[in-house]
């Protein structure tokens, strides 16, 4: 018995391997490249990721007035203490967070309503949600929401159902570490005080195990509640920056009511239009995927009075979209995360429900094969979505600086090059002038971290043009864009140069160029001077 017992666990623990590795398999292909480009939030959350290398101690992060929970970022620190940071290496470490969160949702359904049925149809329906795939792939503290609630309501009813006091301790680990990931986690308690209130009631929890798991997250939690009682900006600053209040009271209760309305539609009608986010208006379920969810919610509401799983996910659904509720931009599908797990959780059921009705009237064989058919027709329409339809849409890479990252990846790549060739990498190969916001960007930082100090400047003048005194020379590599209009000074006063690389829009339209000026065509400081009293050159920086 005990051996069957242990092969059994070996058994579901493969299993839950073998669902990560698929979910991983969905969320790798072409992550470097799509999403296009590297998006700022993406870029800042890499370089705290890496400061945490020098300054491993630090509990809230803040980078250019951008308050952010911890946990995300000493996840990229850790990782990029054994590899590269790249897009490839950030991104990945998203995609292993959303590949986590599949078999998280399976055991979540084992331990909750004891079906594996359901909990089955559930990781498959969440493994290949294009809402998920996509924010797998986005290098964004957001990802780590749904896969930590998931852990959280199945840390509690598994200590339920142990019915032992060190359950209950790690149950309230698992919760207090919850809120280092993200700030609508803070709404997760008042989501656990329905089971935890039902199993009072029903004496299934007793009085030293509650304090146990309350004490336990409370001591997770008391580092960071430090923090926000020393800095309230790290508190209530994100909240601040996106309260439907700004405007007055009753413009934010306008906006309150038009949120509801749009986040209720976001699930089957109208979803988000930011393209960074979406498929500009796609709900986030297919057709078919919402029959199956209304279905679920019915029959979810029906059991509820009978099972508190089932009763959970109302406040569950309902509390995580307030954070895009109470925000502009509504329906946010970045701040709404944290309510796709139980959408994906009453869409299971729908389908759940409909096997077994299939299996009373048609048989096991040929309700398997329906119910097969259909789940792949509802993951299989998500996937062409994503990696067909949205891939290509040209809103989409014009929402994550694709065209400075394309920039920077051309020095970066033109570095390499020099290195290889061994010709003493930039010290004797070229200098790059960027105008300044490009060259301040985050995601210009993070694409040319390795790109050898010296080797790109902010665009000076008149060193961009002559170069300082006392430097080797070396070949200038400006880049006029469509906005400073730089090349038509460059071609007329330095008609010795090259248009060297050209960038284009997915339009078509060349948005920028990098200029060659050869070494021997560097103009005099005198003559760089005399340009700058000719031509304004403010507008060109």
């Given at each position: 018995?005990l051996m069957h017992?242990?092969?059994?666990?070996?058994k579901?623990?493969?299993?839950?391997?073998?669902?990560?590795?698929i979910?991983?398999a969905?969320?790798?292909?072409?992550?470097?490249?799509?999403?296009p480009?590297l998006?700022?939030?993406?870029?800042?959350d890499?370089?705290?990721?890496?400061?945490?290398?020098?300054?491993p101690?630090?509990?809230f992060?803040?980078t250019?007035e951008h308050?952010?929970?911890?946990?995300?970022?000493?996840i990229i620190?850790?990782?990029?203490?054994?590899?590269?940071?790249?897009?490839?290496?950030?991104?990945?470490?998203?995609?292993l967070?959303?590949?986590?969160?599949?078999?998280?949702?399976?055991?979540?359904?084992?331990?909750?309503?004891?079906?594996?049925?359901?909990a089955?149809?559930?990781?498959?329906?969440l493994?290949a949600?294009?809402?998920?795939i996509?924010?797998s792939?986005?290098?964004h503290?957001?990802i780590?929401?749904p896969l930590w609630?998931?852990?959280?309501i199945?840390?509690?009813?598994?200590?339920?159902?142990?019915n032992?006091?060190?359950?209950?301790?790690?149950?309230?680990?698992i919760?207090?570490?919850?809120?280092?990931?993200?700030?609508?986690?803070?709404?997760?308690?008042?989501?656990?005080?329905?089971?935890?209130?039902?199993f009072?009631?029903?004496?299934?929890i007793?009085?030293?195990?509650?304090?146990?798991?309350?004490?336990?997250?409370?001591?997770?939690?008391?580092?960071?509640?430090?923090?926000?009682?020393?800095n309230?900006f790290?508190?209530?600053?994100?909240?601040d920056?996106?309260s439907p209040?700004?405007?007055?009271?009753?413009a934010?209760?306008?906006?309150?009511?038009h949120?509801?309305?749009?986040?209720?539609?976001?699930?089957?009608?109208?979803?988000?239009?930011?393209?960074?986010l979406?498929?500009?208006?796609?709900?986030l379920?297919?057709?078919l995927?919402?029959l199956?969810?209304?279905?679920?919610?019915?029959l979810?509401?029906?059991r509820?009075?009978?099972d508190v799983?089932?009763l959970t996910?109302?406040?569950?659904?309902g509390?995580?979209?307030?954070?895009?509720?109470?925000?502009?931009?509504?329906?946010?599908?970045?701040?709404?995360l944290?309510?796709?797990?139980?959408?994906?959780?009453?869409?299971?059921?729908?389908?759940?429900?409909?096997?077994?009705?299939?299996?009373?009237?048609?048989r096991?064989?040929?309700?398997?094969?329906?119910?097969?058919?259909?789940l792949?027709?509802i993951?299989?329409?998500?996937?062409?979505?994503?990696?067909?339809?949205?891939r290509?849409d040209?809103?989409?890479?014009?929402?994550?600086?694709?065209?400075?990252?394309?920039?920077?990846r051309?020095?970066?790549?033109?570095?390499?090059?020099?290195?290889n060739n061994?010709?003493?990498?930039g010290?004797k190969?070229?200098v790059?002038?960027?105008?300044?916001?490009?060259?301040?960007?985050?995601?210009?930082?993070f694409?040319t971290?390795?790109v050898?100090k010296?080797?790109?400047?902010?665009?000076e003048?008149?060193?961009?043009?002559?170069?300082?005194?006392?430097?080797?020379?070396?070949?200038?590599?400006?880049?006029?864009?469509?906005?400073?209009n730089?090349?038509?000074?460059?071609?007329?006063?330095?008609?010795?140069?090259?248009?060297?690389?050209?960038?284009?829009?997915p339009?078509?339209?060349?948005?920028?160029?990098?200029?060659?000026?050869?070494?021997n065509?560097?103009?005099?400081?005198?003559?760089a001077?005399?340009?700058?009293?000719?031509?304004s050159?403010?507008?060109?920086?």
């Amino acid at each position: 018995m005990l051996m069957h017992e242990t092969n059994q666990r070996w058994k579901e623990f493969a299993f839950l391997i073998l669902l990560f590795a698929i979910a991983l398999a969905t969320r790798l292909p072409l992550i470097d490249s799509h999403p296009p480009g590297l998006w700022y939030d993406e870029a800042i959350d890499g370089l705290d990721g890496l400061s945490l290398h020098q300054n491993p101690f630090q509990i809230f992060f803040t980078t250019e007035e951008h308050p952010r929970e911890p946990m995300f970022m000493y996840i990229i620190g850790f990782v990029f203490l054994f590899l590269k940071p790249t897009v490839f290496t950030l991104r990945g470490t998203s995609a292993l967070i959303g590949a986590a969160a599949v078999p998280a949702l399976y055991l979540l359904l084992r331990i909750g309503v004891k079906n594996k049925r359901l909990a089955l149809i559930g990781a498959l329906l969440l493994l290949a949600s294009r809402w998920h795939i996509h924010h797998s792939r986005l290098a964004h503290r957001g990802i780590l929401l749904p896969l930590w609630m998931c852990l959280t309501i199945c840390g509690m009813f598994w200590a339920a159902r142990k019915n032992r006091l060190s359950a209950w301790i790690l149950a309230g680990v698992i919760l207090g570490l919850g809120f280092y990931t993200h700030l609508s986690f803070r709404l997760a308690p008042a989501i656990l005080a329905v089971p935890l209130i039902w199993f009072w009631r029903r004496r299934e929890i007793k009085m030293g195990q509650a304090f146990a798991f309350i004490a336990a997250a409370s001591l997770v939690f008391l580092p960071l509640g430090i923090d926000y009682l020393r800095n309230p900006f790290h508190f209530w600053g994100r909240m601040d920056q996106i309260s439907p209040f700004e405007k007055g009271v009753g413009a934010g209760l306008r906006m309150i009511i038009h949120n509801i309305w749009m986040s209720l539609l976001m699930f089957n009608f109208h979803g988000d239009e930011n393209p960074l986010l979406n498929i500009p208006g796609m709900p986030l379920l297919n057709p078919l995927g919402s029959l199956f969810f209304f279905w679920g919610i019915y029959l979810c509401a029906k059991r509820a009075m009978r099972d508190v799983f089932y009763l959970t996910l109302f406040p569950w659904i309902g509390l995580m979209l307030l954070n895009t509720i109470l925000s502009p931009e509504a329906p946010h599908f970045g701040r709404s995360l944290g309510a796709f797990v139980p959408a994906v959780i009453f869409m299971a059921v729908g389908v759940a429900e409909s096997f077994e009705w299939l299996q009373d009237f048609l048989r096991l064989k040929r309700a398997v094969i329906i119910i097969t058919f259909i789940l792949a027709a509802i993951s299989a329409w998500d996937i062409y979505l994503y990696f067909g339809l949205y891939r290509g849409d040209p809103r989409l890479w014009h929402r994550t600086n694709a065209a400075w990252v394309d920039a920077a990846r051309e020095i970066k790549n033109y570095e390499l090059r020099i290195m290889n060739n061994k010709s003493g990498g930039g010290a004797k190969g070229a200098v790059f002038y960027l105008p300044k916001d490009i060259y301040y960007h985050a995601s210009v930082r993070f694409i040319t971290l390795d790109v050898p100090k010296g080797a790109m400047k902010p665009m000076e003048f008149p060193d961009a043009l002559a170069g300082r005194k006392g430097e080797l020379p070396r070949d200038h590599f400006l880049l006029a864009t469509v906005f400073n209009n730089l090349y038509q000074i460059l071609s007329v006063e330095i008609p010795n140069g090259e248009i060297w690389r050209e960038f284009r829009a997915p339009e078509g339209n060349t948005w920028g160029i990098f200029y060659r000026v050869p070494q021997n065509s560097l103009l005099s400081q005198e003559k760089a001077a005399g340009l700058m009293k000719k031509y304004s050159f403010e507008s060109y920086r």
